[in-house]
């Protein structure tokens, strides 16, 4: 089993900067891939990024392209995700994600593992 713990989340005003956490317990991923899903109020779940644990590939949503970077840690089995230049449509619970398999995918159901999601808050 394997278990997702988020932290990092909060308020930020607009051209402001928030850094994203989750780390990984109960297995290694050296192989498979870790990402980041975020929604807002009354919308799906959608994808934000993801990075392979096998090749270090990534993959951004358009939307964010440019502001956000993800990253990862091999010895602390955690991934980051920075968050720049925020804009008030970035505001949505981020869930952390992971699957087994070493191909990123952007939809919720190639998902095997889920946190329990942190807050981001963006004011105007």
């Known amino acids: 089993q394997v278990q997702l713990v988020e932290s990092g989340g909060g308020w930020v005003q607009a051209g402001g900067s928030l850094r994203l956490s989750c780390a990984a317990s109960?297995?290694?991923?050296?192989?498979?891939?870790m990402g980041w899903f975020r929604q807002a109020p009354g919308k799906e779940r959608k994808f934000v990024s993801a990075?392979?644990?096998?090749?270090?590939?990534?993959n951004y949503a358009d939307s964010v392209k440019g502001r956000f970077t993800i990253s990862r840690d091999n010895a602390k089995n955690t991934v980051y995700l920075q968050m720049n230049s925020l804009k008030p449509e970035d505001t949505a619970v981020y869930y952390c994600?992971?699957?087994?398999?070493?191909?990123?995918?952007?939809?919720?159901?190639?998902?095997?593992?889920w946190g329990q999601g942190t807050q981001v808050t963006v004011s105007s």
């Open positions: 109960g297995r290694t991923f050296s192989r498979g891939v």
């Open positions: 990075v392979s644990w096998t090749d270090s590939s990534t």
């Open positions: 994600a992971a699957r087994s398999h070493w191909l990123i995918r952007t939809t919720t159901t190639n998902y095997d593992y």
